[in-house]
């Protein structure tokens, strides 16, 4: 059983690496202009110059896909940055001062968990208009409230114990208190969430912008790619398959590498949900 | 254009129009679609039965599968049929809903030429969304039933029964699952309002006309009306299917007292 996990962490890794190397190295790597179309030369077999032929449009599928990595997960990477931040910093105020603060912002996490995450995603990156820019803002938006949940309850069953009460007799500050005496305490499960929710963090984003909300032409976004070869499916479905097939490897590996993150560093929560 | 402002109370300030908006949302009038003025509340009641059928269907096709793979992978953990089963569900809760989508209709619809692509009209056009919606879920819900009926077969009443010489299908079939059903409850009440959710991009794969495209072409129209009573509506069915999921705790496991606030067994 443990074996099997271990094995399947790897596994995660390596996908990973793979698609971190490929974001890293995206200029070497493409062999052609991601942007560049070539309306003599559309929808062609792959070749010694395509090598994975062409679009609708005459574009480099391969280079269009390298250079996806970027859009795709580094958006969602951002969105997981920034969600982490939000989540932690309000949460641990919510919980470490409670009062009139906590009330309010624990009332606008209970509306935000009210709704499944899509929903309220789509409907604020849909007021704020189609691009990559707002997409993040709204998973931004909606994503964080389940981490501040979380934080909020770590802190406040930590902020009692006896180190806390010993660090503020010695003269901690609050901000001292916080970052030195609770974060740490609170940080592993807090990890162990977003590596498990990653997955569904980058199936969103590339879903806002399969809809049409995110990134818009020429950008070679692997959502907004399925979204283009839409009309071809019939004609020419590898234009849909790959930017598919990319989604869904870098979701699988991104799962492995959080499940077995999530076994190793917290067992009561394995396959809890 | 200033008679319409007026007519659509553009001119007025935000609060004023929110306030006109809540008070006509809890009376049960959540305004008029902007595109072609029909009453949204219309316009969500003809669309969801679409959406709730494809929805039911889907979950339905994926409890009859997920549920007994999930027992059968506890029971037999460590099988080969238990690491399939693990292999298999992980990947299939990887797939993007809206890829899975288009290469069931590319093995049906083109290949098979059995079903439908896309529209809606006859029962054989449920099958394939139903189907997407199905294998999204039921993996997850799979991994789920596994996972708490392996947590009760390590309890002490198993080791009874088994000592009054039970068999241990029996054993897990007659007290096992009834025990996990509280957990399968909850998760399937949470997951079926993400289907809802999910329904958004299945409509749109399949040209269902229900609220999920709905909402979709409203943005794209910036049809506020449509989009907000989309949202209200959505958010109290979501509301509704947890309170359903908390009425039943106390309906299976009567231990559970939701007044008293004594559960003596964690939610």
């Known amino acids: ?273 | 254009m200033r008679a319409l402002r007026h007519e659509l109370h553009l001119d007025e300030p935000l609060p004023l129009r929110y306030g006109r908006w809540l008070f006509g949302a809890v009376s049960g009038d959540l305004g008029e679609s902007y595109r072609n003025g029909e009453p949204v509340l219309t316009a969500l009641a003809r669309r969801f039965p679409r959406t709730l059928s494809i929805a039911l269907l889907g979950l339905g096709l994926a409890l009859l599968v997920a549920v007994p793979l999930g027992i059968v992978s506890a029971v037999r953990q460590g099988s080969s049929l238990d690491h399939t089963a693990r292999i298999g569900t992980l990947l299939l809760g990887s797939l993007p809903s809206y890829w899975l989508g288009y290469l069931l209709i590319l093995l049906f619809a083109v290949a098979l030429g059995i079903l439908p692509v896309a529209g809606w009209g006859t029962p054989k056009h449920l099958v394939l969304p139903a189907l997407t919606l199905a294998l999204g879920i039921g993996a997850s819900l799979s991994r789920f039933t596994r996972a708490t009926i392996l947590e009760e077969l390590a309890q002490g009443y198993v080791r009874t029964a088994l000592a009054k010489g039970m068999g241990e299908w029996s054993i897990t079939i007659r007290h096992c699952l009834r025990n996990a059903l509280v957990g399968l409850i909850t998760v399937t009440a949470l997951r079926f309002g993400h289907l809802l959710g999910g329904a958004v991009i299945v409509e749109t794969v399949f040209a269902i006309p229900g609220i999920g495209s709905l909402a979709v072409d409203a943005i794209f129209d910036r049809d506020y009306p449509v989009i907000q009573g989309f949202v209200l509506f959505t958010g109290t069915i979501f509301l509704l299917l947890n309170l359903f999921s908390d009425l039943a705790y106390t309906w299976l496991d009567p231990r559970i007292d939701l007044v008293d606030n004594r559960s003596r067994v964690a939610g």
């Not at chain 1, 806390?164 to 162990?192: C, K, M, T, W, Y």
């Open chain 1, 1 to 273: 059983m443990s074996r099997a996990n271990s094995k399947s962490r790897l596994v995660g890794l390596c996908i990973l690496g793979f698609f971190v190397s490929i974001l890293l190295g995206a200029p070497v790597l493409a062999p052609n202009d991601p942007a560049a179309i070539a309306p003599d030369r559309r929808l062609e077999a792959p070749s010694a110059k395509f090598p994975l032929g062409t679009d609708h449009l005459g574009r480099c599928m391969m280079s269009r896909l390298i250079y996806g990595t970027r859009w795709s997960l580094g958006t969602a990477m951002a969105a997981a940055v920034m969600i982490l931040t939000a989540g932690i910093s309000l949460g641990a105020v919510s919980g470490y001062y409670r009062g009139p603060v906590d009330l309010v912002l624990m009332r606008v996490v209970d509306v935000l968990l009210a709704f499944p995450a899509l929903i309220p995603a789509l409907a604020i990156a849909g007021m704020l208009g189609p691009g990559m820019e707002h997409v993040l803002a709204a998973t931004v938006a909606v994503w964080w409230a389940g981490y501040a949940r979380l934080v909020r309850g770590l802190v406040l069953s930590v902020r009692e114990r006896h180190f806390v009460e010993a660090a503020r007799a010695l003269g901690a500050g609050d901000l001292a208190i916080i970052s030195r005496q609770l974060l740490p305490n609170v940080l592993p499960p807090v990890l162990v969430l977003a590596s498990v929710e990653m997955g569904s963090l980058i199936l969103a984003i590339a879903g806002l912008s399969f809809l049409g909300l995110g990134a818009q032409p020429p950008t070679p976004e692997w959502g907004a790619m399925l979204n283009d070869g839409r009309p071809f499916l019939l004609t020419a479905p590898q234009l849909m398959i790959y930017p598919g097939l990319a989604i869904s490897l870098a979701v699988v590996g991104f799962n492995l590498v959080g499940e077995g993150l999530r076994d190793l560093l917290d067992p009561r929560l394995s396959d809890g949900r």
